[in-house]
């Protein structure tokens, strides 16, 4: 959508600046996610720079990472009078968006690229009336995510001895694309797979 009406945007002319900005922000939405992929890589050349004595402001930015996550909380508290409720599922949000960084970004550049990909079904348990689920085989996405989470658990560990104030943040990724590559293993579990094949042949 950037590609496609980020210029209409900017030079419509019944339009404000402040609202072209915030139009052009919403529509870059999922620009950090390479962002997010690039910073992870470069974690750890960082804590290995200099033997690990690594400026006070590394440490200050490992920290500042908890930020957004932490507006978003605030947010929550002051907007929603349910916000116990829906904060009970915000780890899990917060993993997912760090999980999704891997595929986000090839998606990202597809859609700079003009490259188009054929739309994959996300796996899906019983559905209305009793239907079997389906699954869907590992990807190179499960196998980058299931990369990253490794690359930043060490990283981390190696951040607990020469760069302390940037382990929280690392372990934070490992967590992340942990988890979403545990769902693809998971998701594209052998037995699934044979359970979907009988129920396509029996239908």
Excluded at 19 to 35: A, N
Excluded at 181 to 200: H, I, M, N, T
Aim: some cysteine; aromatic content about 12%; proline content about 6%.
């Amino acid at each position: 959508m950037l590609r496609k009406l980020g210029w209409r945007l900017l030079t419509a002319p019944r339009i404000s600046l402040f609202h072209k900005v915030q139009g052009v922000m919403h529509l870059m939405g999922y620009l950090p996610h390479p962002l997010m992929v690039v910073t992870l890589l470069l974690s750890l050349p960082l804590v290995l720079w200099n033997n690990g004595a690594s400026p006070a402001s590394w440490n200050v930015l490992g920290y500042a990472g908890f930020g957004p996550p932490l507006l978003v909380v605030l947010g929550q508290i002051v907007l929603r009078k349910d916000w116990p409720r829906r904060l009970l599922y915000y780890p899990v949000l917060v993993l997912m968006g760090i999980g999704l960084a891997c595929t986000n970004t090839r998606a990202l550049w597809e859609a700079f690229s003009g490259k188009t990909s054929a739309f994959m079904r996300t796996p899906k348990g019983a559905g209305v009336g009793g239907g079997s689920g389906y699954a869907l085989s590992v990807d190179w996405s499960t196998w980058a995510e299931a990369f990253l989470a490794f690359y930043a658990l060490v990283t981390g560990l190696l951040a607990l001895e020469l760069a302390p104030g940037m382990a929280p943040f690392i372990f934070l990724y490992a967590l992340g694309f942990g988890y979403t590559a545990g769902l693809g293993f998971y998701q594209s579990d052998p037995v699934r797979q044979r359970k979907s094949k009988s129920a396509e042949t029996a239908q």
